[in-house]
């Protein structure tokens, strides 16, 4: 059992947006704004998409987009493309720990 | 720029100890701006923190793996450490090494972002 939860699976159709959850408590999203996404395609390592709840790395496309509430983190892909199809995984800083969601899986119609 | 290059035996036999060495090139281990982790992923299942060094040997685990965990680092080679000890068929997983950031205000130091990860090695537990 994962200590952050997020929902198995998201989908949506290209050019659609889709929000994925990360659900935490105050010890660690809601306490820190340390929150991370991953991305995953199949067989590879997985990738930095978004830190620190918000900002993104140099060469992540701007369609993605992190934001927090509370104790529940969110990821927001914009105009969703093929590419876009993989497994995401939140992170969060909790105290002299890190914390990872059990992931969701993101299929493009 | 910066990689990190897994390395260590694929096969090990139940209640042995799992031994890895993540090799970082492009870049110092050195640096106060980073720890160093280990992350895991069973197949077909999540990701699952192990722990993180600081280049100057301070440590901390996850609590769930702490008493079989041990995490070290070489600067001199650039390199830092796995050895996961007595382990059974549940820690069969690929095996990620990867840059971690850290930030420290007020005295309080923390952990941040994984970034850049090393491409995994699977390790099997199995007789």
């Known amino acids: 059992q994962s200590a952050l939860t997020q929902p198995p699976s998201a989908s949506g159709s290209p050019g659609q947006s889709v929000t994925i959850s990360c659900t935490g408590t105050s010890s660690d999203v809601g306490g820190y704004n340390y929150v991370s996404w991953y991305q995953q395609h199949p067989g590879k390592a997985p990738k930095l998409m978004i830190y620190e709840v918000s900002k993104r790395p140099s060469g992540v496309p701007d369609r993605f987009s992190g934001s927090k509430s509370g104790n529940t983190a969110s990821l927001t892909v914009s105009g969703l493309q093929a590419e876009d199809e993989a497994d995401y995984y939140c992170s969060s800083y909790a105290g002299s720990k890190v914390v990872f969601g059990g992931g969701t899986k993101l299929t493009v119609l | 720029q910066l990689q990190l290059q897994e390395s260590g035996p694929g096969l090990v036999k139940p209640s042995e100890t799992l031994s890895l060495t993540c090799t970082v090139s492009g870049g110092s281990i050195s640096s106060s701006s980073y720890y160093w982790g280990w992350i895991r992923q069973p197949p077909g299942k999540g990701l699952e923190w192990i722990g993180s060094i600081y280049y100057s040997g301070s440590t901390y685990y996850n609590p769930s793996l702490k008493s079989r965990v041990t995490i070290s680092v070489d600067t001199s080679k650039n390199q830092f450490s796995l050895k996961l000890s007595s382990v059974t068929a549940a820690d069969t997983a690929v095996y990620y090494c990867?840059?971690?950031?850290?930030?420290?205000?007020?005295?309080?130091?923390?952990?941040?972002?994984?970034?850049?990860w090393g491409q995994g090695t699977l390790v099997t537990v199995s007789s």
């Open positions: 990867a840059r971690q950031g850290r930030y420290c205000s007020g005295g309080s130091c923390y952990s941040l972002a994984f970034d850049p």
